[in-house]
């Protein structure tokens, strides 16, 4: 083994889906010790037909006319992921309310991401054992060919492992306290502390994969393939880009998801800061066929598998928790069924003003969806999924209130393994999909069903008034942290006793910045003088440091910054 651990410009492999942005000469503690350790088939191992058309075959092979080949680049991916203390710490973040919110069986962003990852290998799976009957049939070895199978191939192939290393990743730029600590530290960069590009945990996570992590060697971040960096591109956009178009430009309905509407500010939701764009752009092009603006197949698995855990692990920890209600949860729906027509009818305005009378807030989710995906949105269909979310929700699982027992525990994973079962079944493979989906999502009548799980969750969860104080607290401590190290860098005096690791990342998001503007200026969101690109280089190696404490890490500092106790 060498001393020199890497340099720019790795050699291209055949597949430039494995090609890495460094020349490793060190070996990776990850990778098998020999070269013939063969084709794992249980990373394309078929299960029911989960997309159309027809049921997925055996898996033949992962490439076209050729001999099962072995993963092990995407294999030590997942496993550079799963070693690192970004994902280690997700074990301490919020998911939805922090561990002491209701007890002790709520889901963290770790326990999270690894049922994502299960949810999207099982998907993955099903669509690689598509493609793997349209290969067979390339090669002579099977008789009819498969015609979602032959898609997934011209879009680039779905591998199971790196759709595994996606939903292990998804989660790793949470910050503190979860999405409240992600709008409060986009809010205090934007107003506070000059950055105008602000902080988003998907463009965090892009950033920890190929900047801030280390293997302990001589090159930024983890060093994965190009598969695996583009896996975890939901929104593959800088905010920068989508600056300065308004709605007269282009309609809300005819923008991709996550964009937006404010054209001040750019997008709301992106998946690379202007630092990393260059990244974004080179992990990208090893998708041709994949459009400007479009997430790779194995990234919209893994968006999809998110969705699907969201919508039901987090409903089953809070009916374990006794959160869940049946009373409030079947009011809302039954009393939407029963009045649809008079709510259809009603004015937006006298709805918003009477939005806790039972039944007007469903409305207004409906407003929503077809508001922004008339695509998909039907109104029929909308009532369906209201039907059975209600049947199967209200008068099933909450009809018996959680006690803790044999029967108790029964009801709550037999609900979750029925709708996990159901919702990965009812996927769609499009090869020009509308702009505000993907290559792979659900088909209509699932699509309304997550949608209406996820309103029960938002409404009845996350908008309890008991949280609110609580909430109040986690900012202040997030706002504080923020604040606090910026203070502590603008202090010539003491600057240089701040922690070693912000003032390495501080030089180094500053040179960043400054050739940032001489490279690409277009990138540069703000003022770009020379005052203004310090203040932004200091900017983001804060939020890049408090952004990487767990929650009690968080607590912990706040309150020796502030209160000088150690």
Known sequence: MTTGTGERGAAAPDDPREARRYTEFETSQHRSAGAGDGWDVTDVATGPAAVTPGPAPAAAGPEPHAAPREPQEFRIDLERIRFSPYFARLSAVTQVVPQSGVGPVMHNRLTHSLKVSAVARVIAANLAGHRAQHEAFRRGEAERDDATGALIARLGGCDTIVAQAAAHAHDLGHPPFGHLGERVLDRVARERLGLAEGFEGNAQTFRILTSLDTLGRDFPGLNVTAAVRASVLKYPWTRVEWVGLDLDERSAADRPRGVGTDAAAGAEKFSSYGLDAAEMEASLAAFPAIARGVQTIECAVMDLADDIAYAIHDLDDFTRAGVLQQAVVSGELRCWLSDAAAFE?????????????????????????????????????????????????????????????????????????????????????????????????????????????????????????????????????????????????????????????????????????????????????GDASDAALRRQGRARAVLDYVSSFTDQQAITTYESLTSGRA
């Open 345 to 525: 009818e009603a004015e937006q305005g006298e709805l918003e003003a009477d939005w806790r009378r039972p039944g007007v807030s469903l409305e207004l989710l409906w407003r929503r969806l077809i508001t922004k995906d008339a695509w998909i949105a039907d109104r029929d269909a909308f009532r369906e999924a209201v039907i059975r979310v209600s049947a199967e929700l209200g008068d099933g699982l909450l009809s018996t209130p959680y006690d803790g027992g044999i029967d108790s525990e029964r009801a709550v994973s037999g609900f979750t393994r029925r709708w996990i079962e159901h919702l990965r079944t009812s996927i769609v493979v499009e090869e020009h999909p509308h702009v505000r989906s993907g290559h792979v999502h659900l088909n209509r009548r699932a699509w309304h069903e997550v949608a209406v799980l996820k309103f029960v969750h938002a409404r009845f969860v996350l908008e309890r008034p008991e949280l609110a104080q609580s909430q109040r607290g986690m900012a202040r401590v997030v706002e504080g942290l923020a604040l606090g190290f910026d203070a502590w860098l603008a202090d010539d005096s003491d600057s240089g006793r701040a922690p070693r690791r912000l003032l390495e990342w501080v030089e180094e998001a500053t040179e960043a910045t400054f050739a940032l503007r001489e490279e690409r200026p277009e990138l540069l969101a």
